[in-house]
């Protein structure tokens, strides 16, 4: 126990080493993403995004750590951290898959599989309905739920862009623009998948998620933090296939497009 609490405080000192590694890593990134030019139109853009990721990412930790000590002890602040969560990420993944008002749409596959699953969870005592267990899980829930939404939600209405003519041909067919619609978005957007599933076909071949590796720290049992980290992949699995379900369900609707597709 005082190995793992040793190892926990001197795992990444807070010291001026931390900062200049920091700052090396994020000129590093920016620096390849410019120099291949790593973005969709061949530009500069994809370096800058980077470089402004880590600094909003550098102050909203900051304020995250300086805040959140007190809102785990409100129970009101508590639901208000949670709702601001659930709010940036769907306008963060709206705004990934579409520029126009239909991004409001975006929230319903995030909150579908995560409100139901986390109520579950507190509901059934597994998770405490305290702000230090609460929280964390459940952003790693919403952190899910808003990367299949992205994914899938770009992939479907890129797909239906590239192949107009085919939706077109099924509509001829007799086919309604639901299912048109369906049957050209369904098979890319389930791609959406891949990343949580190979996460969890390799978890402990490749590499030690944070949940697992962050108990340990802690001094935990390796066969608790084993035990977390199953669960968080586990659910992780289910949000991402009801946050891909009801995306592409939203793209065959209409409900979730763009303006110039």
Same mark, same amino acid.
């Given at each position: 126990? +005082?190995?793992?609490?040793?190892?926990?405080?001197?795992?990444?000192?807070?010291?001026?080493?931390?900062?200049?590694?920091?700052?090396?890593?994020?000129?590093?990134?920016?620096?390849?993403?410019?120099?291949?030019?790593?973005?969709?139109?061949?530009?500069?853009?994809?370096?800058?995004?980077?470089?402004?990721?880590?600094?909003?990412?550098?102050?909203?930790?900051?304020?995250?750590?300086?805040?959140?000590?007190?809102?785990?002890?409100?129970?009101?602040?508590?639901?208000?951290?949670?709702?601001?969560?659930?709010?940036?990420?769907?306008?963060?993944?709206?705004?990934?898959?579409? +520029?126009?008002?239909?991004?409001?749409?975006?929230?319903?596959?995030?909150?579908?599989?995560?409100?139901?699953?986390?109520?579950?969870?507190?509901?059934?005592?597994?998770?405490?309905?305290?702000?230090?267990?609460?929280? +964390?899980?459940?952003?790693?829930?919403?952190?899910?739920?808003?990367?299949?939404?992205?994914?899938?939600?770009?992939?479907?209405?890129?797909?239906?862009?590239?192949?107009?003519?085919?939706?077109?041909?099924?509509?001829?067919?007799?086919?309604?623009?639901?299912?048109?619609?369906?049957?050209?978005?369904?098979?890319?957007?389930?791609?959406?998948?891949?990343?949580?599933?190979?996460?969890?076909?390799?978890?402990?071949?490749?590499?030690? +998620?944070?949940?697992?590796?962050?108990?340990?720290?802690?001094?935990?049992?390796?066969?608790?933090?084993?035990?977390?980290?199953?669960?968080?992949?586990?659910?992780?699995?289910?949000?991402?296939?009801?946050?891909?379900?009801?995306?592409?369900?939203?793209?065959?609707?209409?409900?979730?497009?763009?303006?110039?597709?």
């Amino acid at each position: 126990m +005082p190995d793992r609490t040793v190892a926990a405080a001197t795992l990444l000192p807070v010291n001026g080493v931390l900062a200049a590694v920091l700052v090396v890593l994020l000129l590093l990134a920016a620096s390849v993403a410019a120099v291949f030019r790593l973005a969709p139109d061949a530009s500069w853009r994809r370096a800058r995004n980077i470089t402004v990721a880590g600094l909003r990412a550098t102050v909203q930790l900051g304020a995250v750590s300086l805040v959140i000590g007190w809102v785990i002890h409100h129970g009101a602040a508590l639901l208000a951290f949670v709702l601001l969560m659930f709010c940036v990420a769907a306008r963060t993944a709206g705004r990934r898959i579409t +520029p126009d008002g239909s991004w409001v749409w975006a929230a319903l596959p995030i909150a579908a599989p995560v409100a139901p699953i986390v109520g579950l969870l507190v509901a059934s005592g597994l998770l405490p309905p305290r702000g230090i267990a609460l929280i +964390p899980v459940t952003g790693i829930l919403i952190g899910g739920a808003l990367t299949a939404t992205v994914l899938a939600g770009r992939r479907a209405l890129d797909e239906l862009t590239a192949r107009h003519g085919e939706v077109e041909a099924c509509l001829a067919l007799g086919l309604l623009p639901h299912d048109a619609r369906l049957e050209i978005a369904r098979p890319a957007a389930s791609d959406a998948l891949l990343p949580g599933l190979d996460q969890t076909r390799t978890v402990g071949l490749v590499t030690l +998620p944070g949940a697992f590796v962050g108990m340990l720290l802690g001094g935990a049992s390796p066969v608790a933090a084993g035990a977390v980290q199953l669960f968080v992949l586990v659910a992780l699995m289910a949000v991402q296939a009801i946050a891909v379900a009801a995306t592409v369900e939203l793209v065959a609707r209409g409900r979730l497009h763009r303006s110039d597709a």
